[in-house]
């Protein structure tokens, strides 16, 4: 397999999976496999492309210092060899058998040394009995008369005698599999070392510090690209089984370091209590929560955790409401001017959807429709704080066709339905007033998506799927400026 070559003036960086949203919501996963390697961040960088270093057993190497032609930063990533990348696995796995293999030849040691002992000892009562019996077939032809009471008493210690015979047979049979036994492990022992000579003595420890130090290389490649277009959704990532058929979970993406609370909202109407899970591992592992009562129900799937604060729609209204968790009181209340609401402009799954609130990498945002806009989608950035609009997008796209949608680095994506074959078909770029149509399919596992948001903190998106809480990694398209450094 060639060597992956990644240039950052046009990359692909592929965003965090569930592993990496476990160190900060989740922990980085950090290893290699011979399809993706784990980049800091969350990111996976795909081994589509590769071009031959002409050093391919060097470390890891990041460079993102560079331009070229046009003036773009160019961030390089090399990667050395393959065998180095997907062998540490199968070294340490063969060290381990080498070494249960040794210890079992030990013990097979052991054992043969208490098989020769007592199979001596055997031996010696076989000698016995055989003279005692010679001796007994002599006394019983000359002196049958004259010897009768000695007569007896050897055979007595013959009947206790003849029983070891049996225990004699036994021990050879054992004495014989002992050898076998060392046969077939100095055997295996001689081969597993031609096979680790052969694949080379590489110390795991070391390739995963390797691993580290790419990673924190990488972390600093990966600062300069916080936005970009999307191109691709992972395989979901199950990490609950829970809850009604809608529903909505979060995670804050300003939560300080440390703070992993996960946030989780059963139904779509008629609730107030929401649940606080201390980390993710709670949430996947235990049904250890706090509750939280809102003061009024909420209407549909599209809340968010920004900042300390939940943000949603009060139920059959168009308001907004700001509600601290902390203090558990309202900071700020506000109409979202001629937005449809009481299912008037819900997604095309129904559910009380008309406002969608979500966040990205520049803040807070809302997706609703309005009379004014035929009904189509309109694109609204709040302030986080008073919930006034600050600028406001009209598209074209009729929001009771679409499936689902979310907000990354600027860009409305939605989905064409919420049951069976699933695909994000079309995109607005707010920073442009531009729209495309694409074609980015995903997985939609248990056939019917009432929630989709992403987290800018974890790269990722969060899903209600049919009472199961999902995750998807998603990979950006990155271009970097020379300005942007």
Same mark, same amino acid.
């Given at each position: 397999?060639? *060597?992956?070559?990644?240039?950052?003036?046009?990359?692909?960086?592929?965003?965090a999976?569930?592993?990496n949203?476990?160190s900060?919501?989740?922990?980085?996963?950090? $290893?290699?496999?011979t399809? /993706?390697?784990?980049?800091?961040?969350?990111?996976?960088?795909?081994r589509?492309?590769?071009?031959?270093?002409?050093?391919? &057993?060097?470390?890891?190497?990041?460079?993102s210092?560079?331009?070229?032609?046009?003036?773009?930063?160019?961030?390089? +990533?090399?990667?050395?060899?393959q065998?180095?990348?997907?062998?540490?696995?199968?070294?340490? #796995?063969?060290? #381990?058998?080498?070494? /249960? +293999?040794?210890?079992m030849?030990?013990?097979?040691?052991?054992?043969?040394?208490?098989?020769?002992?007592?199979?001596q000892? *055997?031996?010696?009562?076989?000698?016995?009995?055989?003279?005692?019996?010679?001796?007994? /077939? #002599?006394?019983?032809?000359?002196?049958?008369?004259?010897?009768?009471?000695?007569?007896?008493?050897?055979?007595?210690?013959?009947d206790?005698?003849?029983?070891?015979?049996?225990?004699?047979?036994?021990y050879?049979?054992?004495a014989?599999?002992?050898?076998?036994?060392?046969?077939?492990?100095?055997?295996?022992?001689s081969?597993?070392?031609?096979?680790?000579?052969?694949?080379?003595?590489?110390?795991?420890?070391e390739?995963?510090s390797?691993?580290?130090n790419?990673?924190?290389?990488?972390?600093?490649?990966?600062?300069?690209?916080?936005?970009?277009?999307?191109?691709?959704?992972?395989?979901?990532?199950?990490?609950?089984?829970?809850?009604?058929?809608?529903?909505?979970?979060?995670?804050?993406?300003?939560?300080?370091?440390?703070?992993?609370r996960v946030?989780?909202?059963?139904?779509?109407h008629?609730?107030?209590? +929401?649940r606080?899970?201390?980390?993710?591992?709670?949430?996947?592992? =235990?049904?250890?929560?706090?509750?939280?009562?809102?003061?009024h129900?909420?209407s549909?799937? $599209?809340?968010? *955790?920004?900042? $300390?604060?939940?943000?949603?729609?009060?139920?059959?209204? @168009?308001?907004?409401i700001?509600?601290?968790?902390?203090?558990?009181?309202?900071?700020?209340t506000?109409?979202?001017?001629?937005?449809g609401?009481?299912n008037?402009?819900?997604?095309?799954?129904?559910?009380?959807?008309?406002?969608?609130?979500?966040?990205?990498e520049?803040?807070?945002?809302? *997706?609703?429709?309005t009379?004014?806009?035929?009904?189509?989608?309109?694109?609204?950035?709040?302030?986080?704080?008073?919930?006034?609009?600050?600028? =406001?997008?009209?598209?074209?796209?009729?929001?009771?066709?679409?499936?689902?949608?979310?907000?990354?680095?600027?860009?409305?994506?939605?989905?064409?339905?919420?049951?069976?074959? =699933?695909?994000? @078909?079309?995109?607005?770029? =707010?920073?442009?007033s531009?729209?495309?149509?694409?074609?980015?399919?995903?997985?939609?596992?248990?056939?019917?998506?009432?929630?989709?948001d992403?987290?800018p903190?974890?790269?990722?998106?969060?899903?209600?799927?049919?009472? @199961? #809480?999902?995750?998807?990694?998603?990979?950006?398209?990155? +271009?970097?400026?020379?300005d &942007?450094?």
């Open positions: 397999m060639s *060597v992956p070559l990644l240039k950052i003036g046009v990359v692909l960086s592929t965003m999976m569930i592993t949203w476990m900060q919501t989740l922990p980085s996963l950090v $290893g290699l496999n399809t /993706k390697l784990s980049a800091a961040g969350g990111g996976t960088l795909d589509s492309t590769g071009v031959l270093p002409t050093n391919p &057993e060097e470390s890891w190497q990041v460079y210092s560079a331009q070229d032609s046009e003036g773009r930063c160019i961030c390089t +990533v090399v990667a050395p060899q065998t180095m990348c997907s062998r540490d696995a199968r070294t340490k #796995q063969l060290r #381990q058998l080498l070494e /249960k +293999v040794q210890n030849s030990q013990s097979i040691e052991v054992l043969d040394r208490r098989t020769q002992r007592d199979l000892y *055997v031996e010696k009562m076989e000698n016995q009995m055989k003279g005692l019996e010679s001796k007994f /077939k #002599q006394v019983e032809e000359s002196h049958k008369q004259h010897l009768a009471r000695q007569f007896k008493a050897i055979k007595a210690k013959m206790e005698l003849r029983p070891l015979i049996p225990v004699l047979e036994e050879k049979a054992d014989k599999l002992v050898l076998q036994f060392k046969e077939e492990a100095q055997n295996l022992t081969v597993l070392n031609e096979l680790q000579e052969e694949i080379g003595a590489y110390d795991y420890d390739l995963q390797r691993v580290s790419l990673e924190e290389r990488l972390r600093a490649c990966m600062q300069k690209l916080a936005c970009g277009k999307l191109t691709g959704i992972s395989d979901p990532v199950t990490v609950k089984t829970s809850g009604s058929r809608f529903g909505s979970w979060m995670t804050d993406p300003l939560a300080p370091e440390g703070d992993n946030w989780y909202m059963d139904g779509y008629n609730n107030r209590f +929401v606080e899970y201390k980390s993710m591992v709670d949430f996947m592992n =235990t049904d250890n929560f706090t509750s939280h009562r809102l003061p129900p909420w549909g799937t $599209g809340q968010v *955790v920004y900042n $300390g604060s939940i943000y949603f729609n009060k139920f059959q209204s @168009h308001i907004i700001r509600f601290d968790l902390k203090t558990e009181t309202i900071l700020k506000r109409s979202l001017d001629y937005a609401y009481n008037m402009y819900h997604y095309a799954w129904g559910g009380h959807s008309d406002i969608d609130l979500m966040v990205d520049s803040g807070l945002w809302a *997706v609703y429709a009379n004014q806009n035929a009904g189509n989608i309109v694109v609204s950035r709040l302030d986080p704080v008073s919930l006034q609009t600050l600028q =406001t997008w009209n598209t074209s796209y009729p929001k009771r066709s679409a499936g689902e949608a979310f907000i990354i680095c600027g860009t409305l994506y939605v989905t064409n339905g919420y049951s069976g074959g =699933t695909k994000v @078909h079309y995109a607005y770029q =707010t920073n442009a531009t729209y495309e149509y694409i074609d980015i399919p995903f997985q939609n596992k248990y056939s019917h998506i009432s929630m989709l992403y987290n903190k974890d790269r990722a998106l969060y899903a209600w799927n049919n009472g @199961h #809480q999902i995750l998807y990694n998603v990979t950006l398209f990155h +271009v970097i400026r020379s &942007e450094l």
